[in-house]
């Protein structure tokens, strides 16, 4: 899944994925995969992408945090069992 949010800040901001990369410390190779949704982020990343760009990590990372689908399946699992 394409992280489309984060594509569209970084490119905002004027900055190539490098560029990113050198000022949240991590390797561009990551910035990329992370942005096409080939690599999840761990919490101290997703952490680092938030107070960059100032926006809620659940808003940049929207497939990580699937709050609408857990509480459908958890009400759907109180049904059945």
Known sequence: MDRKL????RIKHSLTQKELADKLGISAVYVRKIEKGDANAGLPTMIKYERF????MRDLFPDIFLTSDDNFFIKNKKQVG
Do not use: H, R
């Open 53 to 56: 760009f100032g926006v809620s």
């Open 6 to 9: 984060l594509k569209e800040l």
